[in-house]
């Protein structure tokens, strides 16, 4: 059931089939395209201290690809995080990355809309660069289960791509994510549509938000209050 639950979930992401192998290139791949708005550091230290992490907290990073947020959280808490994605590839490449780095993280193979985690466990649940390349429908069971994870008050924090009004960040954008890229629609559904309308809709409330990288990324901080 598991297996066929992350096969399923494959299929409603769009790039799934690019992991076999670009796994062990995604890392490279992300610094050389970042390269030019800034760097993947930034965005991702950005994104961080939104997050601030602190040592008590249980926190679980879903669709983390190679960990890179879960591998920094962890040297900063020296503490506990868990990680989870459904590229079987990805995650060898974390454990990789984890071990050499001397991180305590956590790592399993699961579909983010539907995982073995204790309900109503972390104080945060982080995603980050990954809703833009998932189909809506599975985007809005990846938030049903993001408030099954939630403890009441717990936080929802998301980073994902954003289309600035003008400038080099605007360039910047329409040229990593034209049409020669399988995540164009899935990225423009997402921001068109409104990363905010849907999970206000589906019960998170915005508190916080902050951009980087010329305005290509926009990271939000959501709080989850359960009736």
Known sequence: MKNNSIKIAAEDNVISNQYKIGAYFYDLIVHFFQLFI??????????????????????????CGTSSVSLMISKIIRGKVWASDLSPDQIKVAVFKSKFFQRNVE??????????????????VII????????KERRKAIYNEVKRLLKNNGYFY??????????WGRVCFEFMFGRWNPEHNTAYELINNGLENELSEDGFKLENSCISNFGV???RKYLLHKK
């Open 38 to 63: 800034g760097g993947a550091p930034k965005w991702r230290k950005s994104f961080i201290s939104l997050i601030n992490p602190q040592p008590s907290e249980k926190m679980v990073e879903l669709c």
């Open 107 to 124: 790592f399993t193979i699961q579909d983010a809309s539907n995982t073995s985690y204790t309900p109503s466990f972390f104080d945060k």
């Open 128 to 135: 980050s660069g990954a809703l833009h390349e998932i189909k």
């Open 158 to 167: 998301v980073s994902e791509p954003d289309l600035p009004e003008h400038g």
């Open 217 to 219: 990324f926009k990271s």
